[in-house]
T-cell receptor, first 113, second 112 residues
Framework: GQQLNQSPQSMFIQEGEDVSMNCTSSSIFNTWLWYKQDPGEGPVLLIALYKAGELTSNGRLTAQFGITRKDSFLNISASIPSDVGIYFCAGPYFSGSARQLTFGSGTQLTVLP | DSGVTQTPKHLITATGQRVTLRCSPR?????VYWYQQSLDQGLQFLIQ???????AKGNILERFSAQQFPDLHSELNLSSLELGDSALYFCASSVGDQGEQYFGPGTRLTVT
C-alpha cells in the first residue's frame, strides 16, 4: 500500500489556540480524508476532500487538499478540551481493482486548560 | 453514532483459543472492512467484503478469516490466538466498494 507521512506525531496546546497538522505522500491521491479517534472509540470521519486546491470546513475544522495532490492540511481553530484525540489522514489507493484506504500514523492532540 | 455496530465491546481470552467478532454495517452499506489497531502499528487493513464476496485482502494472517452473510453483517474469526493478537479490531462500512468508510466502535481483544 501507499505510505502517508503525518506530522507532527503529537501536539500539546493551550485551550483557545489554533492547531495545524499535515499529511504528505510520495504518490498522488485523488481524495483525502481526515478522521478523529477518541480514546477507546472508532475513528470518526471529519472532512472529505475530492479536488486539488479544495478548502472545506466543518465547524472549527478546515482542511485543504494540496495543489500537488500529494499533501493535505487540517487546521483547528480556537481549540477546546473535547478536541483531544488522535487525528488521522487517509487516502485511497487501488489494490488490484479494489479501492483501499491507507492511513497516516496519526497526530495525538492534547489540549491543556 | 456512525450506524456501524460491533460486538462484543471487550473480549478476554487465552492463547491458542478462537474468537469471533461481529459487525453490522450501516443500513444500505454493502461493503464491510476489517482493521486491526495495535499500539505500535496504527490502523492496519485486514480484509474487505462487498455484497457477500471477498473484495480485497490486506495484511491478514492465515489464522484469521472473515465472511459476510446475506444480511450483510460480517464476522471476523481469529484462531490459534497469540499474545501479539491483542489489539483493537474495527469494522467499517461504505455504500459501494469505493466510498468513504464509517467505523464502528471496535472490539478490544486481550489475549492472556
Amino acid at each position: 500500500g501507499q505510505q502517508l507521512n503525518q506530522s507532527p506525531q503529537s501536539m500539546f496546546i493551550q485551550e483557545g489556540e489554533d492547531v495545524s497538522m499535515n499529511c504528505t505522500s510520495s504518490s498522488i491521491f485523488n481524495t483525502w480524508l481526515w478522521y478523529k479517534q477518541d480514546p477507546g472509540e472508532g475513528p470518526v470521519l471529519l472532512i472529505a476532500l475530492y479536488k486539488a486546491g479544495e478548502l472545506t470546513s466543518n465547524g472549527r475544522l478546515t482542511a485543504q487538499f494540496g495543489i500537488t495532490r500529494k499533501d493535505s492540511f487540517l487546521n483547528i481553530s480556537a481549540s477546546i478540551p473535547s478536541d483531544v484525540g488522535i487525528y488521522f489522514c487517509a487516502g485511497p489507493y487501488f489494490s488490484g481493482s479494489a479501492r483501499q484506504l491507507t492511513f497516516g500514523s496519526g497526530t495525538q492532540l492534547t489540549v491543556l486548560p | 453514532d456512525s450506524g456501524v455496530t460491533q460486538t462484543p465491546k471487550h473480549l478476554i481470552t487465552a492463547t491458542g483459543q478462537r474468537v469471533t467478532l461481529r459487525c453490522s454495517p450501516r443500513s444500505g452499506d454493502l461493503s464491510v472492512y476489517w482493521y486491526q489497531q495495535s499500539l505500535d502499528q496504527g490502523l492496519q487493513f485486514l480484509i474487505q467484503y462487498y455484497n457477500g464476496e471477498e473484495r480485497a485482502k490486506g495484511n491478514i494472517l492465515e489464522r484469521f478469516s472473515a465472511q459476510q452473510f446475506p444480511d450483510l453483517h460480517s464476522e471476523l474469526n481469529l484462531s490459534s490466538l497469540e499474545l501479539g493478537d491483542s489489539a483493537l479490531y474495527f469494522c467499517a462500512s461504505s455504500v459501494g466498494d469505493q466510498g468513504e468508510q464509517y467505523f464502528g466502535p471496535g472490539t478490544r481483544l486481550t489475549v492472556t
